[in-house]
């Protein structure tokens, strides 16, 4: 390109262009660039704006206390519903808080980008179920999410919860709180396979009329089993290996007559085994109590183990319905299966601390 300033025309590969038509040309190849490279920053400058706010509105949820936050809102109506939600008010505001604790205060990037708090219909969060037939939340399905928090008190005011999957989170701590066997009216599963929950088996586990498993296996429990556990009438798989469980087994453990895999085995347990106990093994698709220290006296002789069952080889995490009755939320979420379980599963561990 060669200027001709005689003209006021610029020489192009052998024709004369105006001098103003090139000045044009070039401000629209600037403006090309220019434009979408603005359009870019300003789409990224509002995206950390939210994530700002967002990250501010997780921090203020960590100052209020938990007997606070347990509280609804006074503007939230028990029987209030988002159009076409299956989740009241007042679920989503305890889902809201529940992610929030799970989390935990050093992970709350986990909220930001699981998607957590952000649709209104609280049904369509990651790993959230809900009920077809109106029961509100029915499963938290939250297995290997890197959740560092504790289980929240919360929970209870999900009495629609049916199943509550926290497996595989190693770094999940704190107690089980008894409003999950108070509230969670309907509760029937609970997985919580190597996670770091500890402290003792609140004695509310008797309120859990509609429990069939108990799985805390390879996590930190202490203290006693409660005679309470005798009262959970529907429970039929309880595996508590690879704890730091004590004390004696209570005989009250006999009347869990739908009883059929007891499995309580590399724990503390001492004394003599109950004779009605003892008697279980002869009607129990498996009983291990075997790796108790000091020692734990009078262990009956137990049957070989046929198939998937609990104990140190599988744990309860199988294949899962696919009916119609739980709508499934976060569908973005790997492995995420929100609905109830059977028996099998994949090879574990056993606890080696």
Not at 50 to 63: F, N, P, S
Not at 110 to 119: C, M, N, P, R, V
Not at 259 to 284: F, M, Q
Request: hydrophobic share 40%; glycine share 10%.
């Amino acid at each position: 390109m060669l200027a001709h300033p005689a003209e006021n025309t610029f020489v192009v590969v052998g024709r004369a262009v105006p001098r103003s038509a090139a000045r044009k040309a070039a401000f629209a190849r600037t403006l090309a660039i220019v434009l979408p490279a603005t359009l870019v920053l300003a789409l990224l400058a509002k995206h950390l704006d939210a994530d700002v706010a967002r990250r501010a509105a997780i921090a203020e949820l960590y100052k209020i206390s938990d007997v606070e936050a347990a509280r609804p809102a006074p503007t939230l109506q028990q029987n209030q519903y988002f159009a076409s939600s299956l989740c009241s008010d007042i679920e989503r505001a305890a889902l809201f808080r529940v992610g929030v604790r799970l989390a935990g205060s050093s992970n709350a990037d986990w909220l930001l980008y699981s998607g957590w708090g952000e649709a209104a219909d609280c049904c369509d969060w990651k790993g959230v179920g809900c009920s077809e037939a109106g029961h509100g939340v029915e499963s938290l399905t939250l297995a290997h999410q890197n959740l560092r928090g504790t289980l929240p008190s919360e929970l209870g005011l999900l009495h629609g919860l049916t199943t509550l999957d926290v497996n595989e989170n190693g770094k999940l701590s704190g107690t089980l709180p008894a409003e999950l066997f108070t509230g969670c009216r309907r509760l029937k599963s609970i997985y919580a396979f190597g996670a770091a929950v500890s402290g003792t088996l609140p004695s509310a586990l008797a309120r859990a009329t509609f429990l069939e498993e108990l799985e805390l296996s390879n996590s930190r429990l202490s203290g006693t089993i409660p005679a309470d556990l005798g009262a959970a009438r529907s429970l039929r798989y309880i595996f508590l290996e690879s704890n730091r469980i004590s004390g004696n087994l209570p005989s009250e453990l006999a009347e869990l007559r739908k009883l059929k895999e007891l499995e309580v085995s590399h724990n503390r347990l001492s004394g003599s085994v109950p004779a009605r106990v003892a008697g279980l093994a002869s009607r129990l698709q498996h009983l291990d109590l075997s790796d108790n220290a000091p020692s734990l006296q009078g262990t009956p002789a137990m049957r070989p183990k046929q198939g998937c069952s609990g104990g140190s080889e599988k744990y309860l995490r199988g294949a899962a319905a696919t009916g119609s009755s739980t709508r499934a939320g976060g569908s973005s979420a790997e492995g995420v299966t929100p609905v109830t379980y059977a028996q099998g599963g994949a090879p574990r561990p056993v606890a080696t601390w």
